[in-house]
């Protein structure tokens, strides 16, 4: 019998929820949470599971009606997007091996599942950069090396959104060497503002006016020579 007067109510479920969508509480410590409120063994079948639903099948058990009020407490929800905090608690959690790169990967696209539709938007244009376009083309290529060095950019004391998209496009040698490349070309002036614009959009969603890099590439007009240089800053590269 689901026990009707339970001291949880249904606003404990959502604020956890919320705190894993956020990124600030893994899947496993969200799982440990729901055992002390209704103890439960995780079944094999339930291993990749959203855990969202997960978190829905306990909150049934204490109170039937409590899956339409989470569901729309969620759905109304402006700050359920996934955070730098959250981020930074995810990354650090698969490199000491709490969760593994999949669980990660669950957590970074969860505004993909067709039942999660939410209001919330990301506030942070790097976040939004690794979960909705890195991770989703380029998770089968990336190596705990990448996830080490995403967790330094995200980590970075500068906190520029900007400059931290252009590290993580960049985690990648071959979009150091497009980088070199294209950046090359500008600099010894075989192509105009606009023609690197095509290479800055595709690439960064910027044009030559945000591109934060500029500036610094007007100092070294036909010397490429100096653009390895740039390249490791741009990549926070050791």
Not at 117 to 140: G, K, M, R
Not at 214 to 221: K, V
Request: aromatic share 12%; proline share 5%.
């Amino acid at each position: 019998m689901k026990n009707e007067m339970s001291p949880v109510t249904y606003t404990y479920f959502v604020t956890l929820l919320k705190a894993y969508l956020r990124g600030t509480k893994t899947r496993q410590e969200l799982i440990e949470e729901l055992r002390g409120v209704a103890p439960w063994e995780e079944k094999e079948e339930n291993i990749h599971t959203e855990v969202s639903r997960l978190l829905f099948q306990v909150a049934n058990e204490v109170n039937e009606n409590f899956y339409q009020d989470i569901v729309s407490a969620i759905t109304h929800a402006t700050d359920t997007a996934p955070t730098r905090e959250g981020m930074i608690h995810q990354l650090e959690a698969v490199l000491t091996g709490f969760i593994t790169p999949e669980q990660l990967y669950q957590w970074a696209t969860w505004h993909n599942e067709p039942d999660m539709e939410a209001v919330s938007f990301f506030n942070d244009i790097a976040v939004d950069y690794f979960c909705t376009q890195l991770l989703p083309a380029s998770f089968e290529e990336l190596t705990l090396t990448d996830y080490k060095q995403a967790l330094k950019i995200f980590q970075s004391p500068h906190h520029d959104s900007l400059k931290d998209k252009v590290a993580l496009v960049l985690l990648s040698q071959k979009e150091r060497q497009r980088f070199l490349f294209y950046l090359g070309d500008y600099i010894q002036g075989h192509s105009s503002p606009e023609q690197l614009d095509v290479y800055l959009l595709h690439k960064f969603g910027m044009d030559h006016l945000s591109f934060p890099y500029m500036s610094a590439l007007s100092t070294m007009m036909h010397e490429p020579a100096k653009l390895p240089a740039l390249l490791q800053i741009a990549a926070m590269a050791e």
